[in-house]
Each structure stands twice: as C-alpha cells, then as structure tokens.
C-alpha cells in the first residue's frame, strides 16, 4: 500500500538555525497538509497546501514558516529561524480529497529537536 | 472554534473486553475522524466518517451529529489494540481540530 514517506526521522539542530523537513506524498494525491505536535500536547494544524499554493494556514505558521512543492513530488516544511519551542514531532499527510470525503494518510513524522 | 473533548483520558482494559471511546465537539462540523497513534508516534486512520456508523473488523465508529458526539468501540480487546486513539473534527475547511487522545492499554 503506497504511504507518505518524511526525512529525516530525527533532526537536531541549533537556535536561530534553518531547517527543512521533507516529505513525499501518495503520488495521486493533491492536498497536503503539515500538522505538529508538542511532546505530550494534542496534535495541532499548521498550513494545508493545493493547486501549488496554501488553501489554509493556522495562527502557529507564521513568517517564520512556508511550504513548498519544488518538484511534482517533494512537499517541504521550512521552518527560517529555528526557537526552542519549535521542538516537536512534525507529521505531514495526504489525500486525495479535502479530507471531507476520504480519510488523511500521515507520514510517521519528523521529530526536531531545538537546542 | 471547534472544541473536542475525548473521555476517558486513560483506558486500562483486560483482554476481550469491549471497549467504548467517547468524543464530544462543540461546532457543527462536516466530518470526523478516528486516528490512532502509535508509542513511536505514527498516525493511522481509522474511520472518516460523517453520519451514523462504519464498521472494519473490531472497530465501529458512531456519530450523533444531533448531540455532536461519536464513539470509538472495540469489540474483543487484544493487548495489539493499546495505542493513543485520537477524535479530529473537520468543520468547512481543510483543517483538522484534535482532541487530547485516550490511552488504551489492554492487558493480556
């Protein structure tokens, strides 16, 4: 069964660093969506993604943050300059509806860890 | 916005029991799902569903749209089944508002 596959795993990296966290979506799918989710805390909405651009964004994805679709199959999270609090496990997902008619596929996430 | 409450919080069960997860939400919304997460963190699907029940082997989801309300059932337990099970609600957007989880822990 085809799944959403994200690199890295695990990232680490420093205060005020960049990073991207990538993801590879189910090839026929067109929506795509990051969500994250703080250490013991609820899994919370970031930014939805269709058609090449943001369809929705919560109040968390600020400057700070944007997505990209450089390829046709990457879907990416950059996230500028890196704060502590923006350590937590980052899931990406899938479907091929807005999700009101078919289930979110996630990938297994990415956990960063800001030091 | 969208409030989802999920009770119990933590769920200990013995093996073959049946088991009953309650979600309640507080906007009208267009669908809901059941998640479940795993102890290494990754989400699986389970159920989208928005009006009256859907059944895939041991698990059957409900919705009472009237009383904004759904439940998660497990029907013969197994100590496989112990994982975060987690409500999310869709209202007219894309996003998906979620609840804080159950943790089941079915013991053998």
């Known amino acids: 069964e085809p799944e959403v596959t994200q690199t890295p795993s695990h990232q680490v990296t420093q205060m005020g660093q960049e990073v991207i966290l990538r993801c590879v979506p189910i090839s026929n799918h067109l929506y795509f969506y990051w969500y994250r989710q703080i250490l013991g805390q609820k899994v919370e909405f970031l930014v939805s993604f269709y058609n090449n651009e943001i369809s929705e964004k919560s109040e968390i994805f600020d400057d700070q943050f944007s997505v990209e679709r450089p390829d046709g199959s990457n879907f990416t999270l950059k996230i500028r300059s890196t704060k502590l609090e923006d350590s937590a496990m980052y899931f990406c997902a899938s479907s091929p509806t807005d999700g009101h008619n078919s289930p979110l596929h996630f990938g297994n996430g990415t956990r960063l860890t800001v030091t | 916005k969208n409030e989802v409450e999920q009770s119990p919080q933590n769920l200990t069960a013995q093996e073959g029991e049946f088991i009953t997860i309650n979600c309640s939400y507080s906007?009208?919304?267009?669908?809901l799902h059941w998640l479940q997460q795993h102890p290494g963190g990754g989400i699986v699907s389970l159920f989208m569903l928005s009006s009256g029940k859907k059944k895939h082997g041991r698990l059957i989801a409900t919705i009472n749209i009237q009383e904004k309300h759904s439940s998660l059932h497990i029907t013969a337990s197994h100590p496989r089944d112990s994982a975060v099970y987690i409500c999310a609600v869709q209202a007219s957007g894309s996003r998906l508002t979620f609840g804080e989880g159950t943790q089941l822990t079915v013991n053998p």
């Open positions: 906007v009208g919304i267009s669908a």
